[in-house]
């Protein structure tokens, strides 16, 4: 399966939600909760991710992905944080192998 749809997509709907009213968009309720109440509904949606790989079907799995990153891009527009930054964070990440870049933070 194939899809145009980006993270960079999520983030514009992220952005846009963000400034409608917290009354009919439920991002802007978040945000307006605070960087705490985020970081919960992030976790609770980690949890279930990783119980979904443990235990659930590949269905269950994609649901709740897509849960996470959504979570996450909240999460990053409440701390200011841009995907551009995570990504450049991955690019250099990847310029080695993983276990390389571990070692090199244990030094």
Known sequence: MTTT???DDLAAIVDDRSAAD???SYTRS???AG???VAKKLG???VEAALAV???AKVELVGEAADVLYHLMVALKVRGVSVAEVMAELER???QSGLA???ARKS
């Open 44 to 46: 609770e949606e980690g």
């Open 101 to 103: 870049e571990k070692a």
């Open 5 to 7: 749809f980006s993270l």
């Open 30 to 32: 978040l945000i307006e």
């Open 93 to 95: 990440r990847t310029a």
């Open 54 to 56: 443990a235990c659930g």
């Open 35 to 37: 960087p705490a109440r």
């Open 22 to 24: 917290a009354g009919s």
